[in-house]
């Protein structure tokens, strides 16, 4: 079974930066593809980036690109999500989620990290 670890949230003033980690575990994810998500209060969960496993494939939402960067450590089993020039709106719960190359909705979810820019 899947399991997935996010660490790293905190709070920071805007323009900060902050690191998040997802450890994967439970299988082996070498046709997988990683993904990063984000809740804010009031609002509805949203894509911010994926990597597939071999790194080659990256995607970001619009709002992160320049900001945000996804990596993969393979030796590890971990996705990281530099985060950089933090703005307040990037305030949510960010959650780790994993699905295979060939699915249309991930199905493995981590329990989410807190991210909070205060202004």
């Known amino acids: 079974q899947v399991q997935l670890a996010e660490s790293g949230g905190g709070s920071v003033q805007a323009g900060g930066s902050l690191r998040l980690s997802c450890a994967a575990s439970g299988r082996t994810f070498n046709n997988y593809v990683m993904g990063w998500f984000r809740q804010a209060p009031g609002k509805e969960r949203e894509f911010v980036a994926a990597?597939?496993?071999?790194?080659?494939?990256?995607t970001y939402i619009d709002s992160v690109k320049g900001r945000f960067t996804i990596s993969i450590d393979n030796a590890k089993n971990t996705v990281y999500l530099q985060m950089n020039s933090l703005k307040p709106e990037d305030t949510a719960i960010y959650y780790c989620?994993?699905?295979?190359?060939?699915?249309?909705?991930?199905?493995?979810w981590g329990q989410g990290t807190q991210v909070t820019v205060s202004s």
């Open positions: 989620a994993a699905r295979t190359q060939y699915a249309v909705q991930y199905n493995n």
């Open positions: 990597i597939t496993w071999s790194g080659a494939g990256i």
